[in-house]
């Protein structure tokens, strides 16, 4: 265990599903991140929040929609999905003045039918 | 912008064989360098990073990288590679003027022969 701690660890939903993937740490870290990480594609940075504020919308489609109700819990609510969102998706934590301290939790494995 | 680019997708090695994997980056100023690794239905785990100083960097499980400016590269090795080691291996590059934002490389995953 990281410390960052990702629920569920498997999930498949359909294209009409409302679903929400949930991030958790309690390691005192103050920045969090959600990845996509897609077979054959680089890691893609989607969305980040410091302070529970977001600080980056990497170009993410609405359908894809953060919320960070504290520093130490970050979802991503899913809705309306397409078989290509289909992907393992990474959260990471860090203290901001821990430059690049990042903590990864062991991803959500989304499939989408 | 930066962007970092691992040649090999697979590369499979004999255990006890010595291992490099290849790192390129492209980045403006002085970069922060790092490697990680991920097992099988996991996250991705630290294994060394560069940011000044000394060009040949020790990380854990018996990993190293040297940093070389001329060749923008950023290579890890290890001399003796064991069977556990098998796993996908991604190099990174920080973005000191973008939040310390990390970009990724798109992986080499390594096998490991018996």
């Known amino acids: 265990e990281t410390g960052v701690t990702q629920t569920p660890r498997h999930l498949v939903m359909g294209m009409t599903n409302k679903k929400s993937l949930k991030c958790e740490q309690h390691?005192?870290?103050?920045?969090m991140y959600w990845y996509k990480q897609s077979a054959k594609k680089p890691l893609e940075l989607m969305f980040v929040?410091?302070?529970?504020?977001?600080?980056e919308n990497n170009s993410v489609p609405s359908r894809f929609s953060p919320e960070c109700p504290n520093s130490s819990h970050l979802f991503l609510h899913l809705h309306t999905l397409q078989p290509e969102d289909s992907a393992l998706y990474l959260c990471?934590?860090?203290?901001?003045?821990?430059?690049?301290?990042?903590?990864f939790g062991s991803g959500t494995r989304l499939t989408v039918v | 912008a930066q962007s970092v680019t691992q040649p090999d997708i697979h590369i499979t090695v004999s255990e006890g064989a010595s291992l490099e994997l290849r790192c390129n980056y492209s980045?403006?100023?002085?970069?922060?360098l790092f490697w990680y690794v991920q097992s099988p239905g996991q996250g991705l785990q630290l294994l060394l990073k560069?940011?000044?100083?000394?060009?040949l960097v020790q990380g854990i499980k018996g990993f190293e990288a040297e940093f070389k400016r001329s060749q923008s590269s950023f290579n890890l090795r290890k001399p003796s590679v064991h069977w556990s080691d098998a796993a996908e291996y991604f190099c990174?590059?920080?973005?000191?003027?973008?939040?310390?934002?990390?970009?990724f490389g798109g992986g080499t995953r390594l096998m490991v022969k018996p």
């Open positions: 980045y403006g100023a002085t970069p922060y």
């Open positions: 560069y940011f000044s100083g000394d060009t």
């Open positions: 990471a934590s860090r203290r901001d003045v821990d430059n690049y301290g990042y903590t």
């Open positions: 929040y410091n302070f529970k504020e977001q600080t």
């Open positions: 990174a590059v920080g973005d000191n003027n973008a939040g310390n934002m990390l970009t």
């Open positions: 390691l005192g870290h103050n920045a």
